[in-house]
């Protein structure tokens, strides 16, 4: 923070009252008073503080945080009025959070929202919210981060608003994209965005990616249309994370790409020459029978160290994948009906001989998007598959299913330096009846006694609470 700019606008004489009270928190710093009202969320929690005494009347104007919240009862154009006004007094140095909730569509405040982002690069904002409305309801946002590499930064804005008019797209993006590099030059200084909202087009996507050169951290969630690609060592992209997409594709190769995290319907993924990526998170939604998507994984990632996976897309049989000898943490998710799910876990204890961690879930839920055999469930065995790496395995909604139990017995029995089980608490305790409580509570003390003593038992706090 400017120190000799704060203590211009924050000086102000001490009142001097007849009171022998002494007032310890006002003759602190002004640096320190500042972060006091930075803590507090709400904006006209600070402005409130300005009746404390003559000491604290300018501190608010200092903040570092500007969360505006939403309109409410208030007029669209009071709530625009507003933020404005507080821009324009704001006399602070860097601000860490600035946030305001506005339809950024709308023709009546493209100059106001220019205005904003002139402020966010001026005061190099690390985080910049636009939450989009929509009938009157803020379903999306647009949140972006700042870099505080702008030394260059008051040639690039120009003069005047700072911003100007917006030129035409020159990605080929719609119109109603308001923000995009190519349209606002101090956008060019982007190191992470996290969009959520159907707006965004792969094209917008990739219009960041080549115009944004300290662009590190992309996190989109409902985005729909087009084939997203990511390609070329000049790109800055390390990491990638997408909820809930619509692309047709996404193309990943010679990049610098650290971590792939993946949620959603079934996509063709193209991954080549990716020798940075040392984490990958997959879960399709509903789970699909995929398990050339995993062979090609295992081929072009064989430096993975975190891999995380739904193999209810493994359903059918046993897979012999290629060795990942960097893998340390691996999260498998099976569902409760699948009868091949030793299988599975040893097809993954085989291809990572170094795994030092295993987290299993077993859930229930998956039955409604895979096929389920009928009758009685018989779990089908594996060959035994020594391992003398693993340390950890932590249990995700063990409830004493048949599956559970198998799982369990098979690393115990395979996992010969294997020094704790962890037993996490329910994913979902409030749907459980109180009869069913006891039952897993019951089917985990026995787990425990079956466990041999050189193996720490240890269960959440939360589980415990249940007994």
Request: proline share 3%; hydrophobic share 40%; charged share 25%.
């Amino acid at each position: 923070m400017d120190q000799k700019n704060l203590r211009l606008t924050c000086q102000v004489s001490q009142d001097q009252g007849s009171s022998n009270l002494v007032d310890r928190i006002s003759e602190l710093p002004d640096v320190i008073l500042v972060t006091i009202v930075s803590c507090l969320r709400a904006l006209k929690e600070k402005v409130a503080t300005s009746i404390l005494s003559k000491r604290w009347r300018y501190v608010w104007v200092c903040t570092t945080t500007l969360d505006f919240g939403r309109p409410d009862d208030m007029q669209i154009d009071a709530y625009v009025k507003r933020v404005n006004s507080v821009v324009d007094q704001h006399r602070g140095g860097n601000v860490e959070q600035f946030s305001v909730y506005i339809d950024l569509v709308d023709e009546r405040y493209k100059s106001s929202t220019g205005r904003w982002l002139h402020f966010a690069a001026k005061r190099r904002v690390q985080k910049l919210e636009l939450f989009v409305s929509r009938n009157d309801k803020y379903d999306a946002s647009l949140e972006l981060s700042y870099t505080s590499c702008l030394q260059n930064l008051q040639g690039v804005l120009g003069t005047g608003g700072g911003l100007g008019s917006p030129v035409k797209h020159l990605c080929g993006s719609p119109e109603s994209v308001n923000l995009c590099p190519c349209r606002y030059s101090c956008l060019k200084f982007l190191k992470s965005i996290d969009v959520r909202s159907s707006r965004m087009t792969a094209e917008v996507v990739e219009c960041f990616l080549s115009n944004c050169v300290f662009l590190e951290r992309v996190s989109l969630l409902g985005a729909k249309s087009g084939n997203l690609r990511v390609v070329g060592s000049s790109i800055a992209l390390k990491y990638l994370e997408l909820h809930s997409c619509y692309f047709e594709s996404v193309e990943i190769h010679d990049a610098n790409l650290v971590s792939l995290i993946y949620y959603g319907p079934k996509i063709n993924l193209l991954l080549r020459n990716v020798s940075r990526l040392t984490e990958v998170s997959i879960n399709y939604l509903p789970p699909v029978r995929m398990a050339e998507d995993l062979c090609q994984l295992f081929l072009c990632c064989s430096q993975l160290e975190v891999l995380k996976l739904d193999t209810t897309w493994l359903y059918e049989k046993d897979h012999t994948f290629l060795k990942l000898p960097n893998l340390k943490h691996l999260e498998l998710e099976f569902a409760a009906e699948d009868i091949c799910c030793l299988l599975k876990l040893a097809s993954f204890l085989k291809a990572s001989p170094n795994l030092q961690k295993l987290v299993l879930e077993v859930s229930g839920t998956r039955s409604l998007f895979i096929p389920t055999p009928s009758g009685e469930i018989e779990i089908k065995e594996a060959s035994n598959c020594s391992h003398h790496s693993l340390r950890v395995v932590e249990l995700r909604d063990y409830r004493g299913r048949k599956s559970d139990f198998k799982l369990v017995i098979y690393l115990v029995e395979n996992a010969l330096e294997l020094e704790k089980i962890v037993i996490a608490p329910l994913k979902y305790p409030h749907l459980v009846m109180k009869r069913e409580q006891r039952e897993v509570n019951h089917a985990r003390l026995q787990l425990q006694e079956k466990l041999p003593k050189r193996i720490h038992f240890v269960c959440s706090p939360m589980c415990k609470m249940m007994t």
